[in-house]
């Protein structure tokens, strides 16, 4: 097993990303359990209770999430299924919200924990949509994992891509370059498997190249022209982690006013 990564450094080694996602796992997932930190409602996608999970097989220089990332073995405590439906329901009541996600990682590491969550939802008559927001790192690596969400009607799930080329990929994740290939593996396996979805990636011209984002909307439209036109774009916003992990990695952007 490789040494664990924690944030990028401009000596980081690239790391196999599967790897890494079940070291992580022998840290935050027990049984059934997984380590989070926190569940309340935040704003995005008008309001969503969100739980907020430990550990991911990236290491996003941009990355926002807590330190978690970088240290699981020190942030969280083990909920199990039932308890994560529980505080997520809570924090959707007190907010009137009718959403819920895990946030703050991967959630797809642990995958006997995500899938004992989202049968517990789909009973749920609070809940009428969980977003599953994801690397597609482990939904690219195995298509029965993407099978085994087929039963499940109140899902959807938003891939996040980080990059479309092997250089981008390893300089921004810190994975191996190869690896960049498995996110669009995860979205052609949920477009086979007809589960409703969409992509989102990280676009921002400060850190991806014009070359490299005409790359990836190829590559998406090669798939379905569809998924390509309804690309959602994100930017690097400077939350105080982001600036932490930038600084880190000695990358400096210019901030929009
Ligand atoms: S941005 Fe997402 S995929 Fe990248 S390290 Fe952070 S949590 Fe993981």
């Not at 087929?150 to 390893?170: C, M, Y």
């Not at 409703?196 to 005409?214: G, L």
């Not at 939350?239 to 952007?253: D, N, P």
Request: with cysteine.
């Amino acid at each position: 097993m490789e040494k664990y990564p924690r944030y990028l450094t401009p000596d980081s080694q690239p790391f196999n990303p599967l790897e890494i996602a079940k070291k992580t796992e022998e840290i935050v997932c027990r049984n059934s359990m997984r380590k989070y930190t926190a569940f309340y409602t935040v704003g995005v996608y008008r309001g969503i209770a969100t739980g907020y999970a430990v550990g991911c097989c990236l290491r996003c220089f941009y990355c926002w999430v807590g330190l978690g990332r970088d240290f699981p073995e020190r942030y969280g405590e083990f909920f199990s299924p039932l308890e994560v439906v529980k505080n997520l329901e809570r924090a959707g009541r007190k907010r009137g919200v009718r959403k819920c996600r895990i946030s703050g990682g991967e959630p797809t590491l642990c995958r006997n924990h995500l899938l004992n969550v989202l049968k517990l939802i789909e009973n749920n008559s609070w809940f009428e949509l969980f977003i599953l927001e994801t690397n597609g790192i482990l939904f690219g690596a195995d298509e029965g994992y993407v099978r085994a969400l087929t039963p499940f009607t109140k899902i959807h799930v938003r891939v996040s891509l980080k990059a479309g080329n092997e250089d981008g990929f390893q300089q921004r994740t810190g994975a191996i370059g190869k690896f960049y290939q498995l996110p669009f593996k995860a979205i052609e396996n949920l477009f086979e498997a007809g589960i409703s979805f969409h992509v989102a990636a990280m676009t921002d011209p400060r850190i991806m190249p014009k070359e490299e984002r005409k790359a990836l909307i190829k590559r998406l439209a090669e798939i379905d022209s569809r998924i390509a036109l309804n690309l959602e774009e994100e930017v690097v916003d400077p939350y105080e982690t982001t600036l932490f992990r930038l600084k880190k990695a000695g990358i400096k952007l210019a901030w929009y006013r």
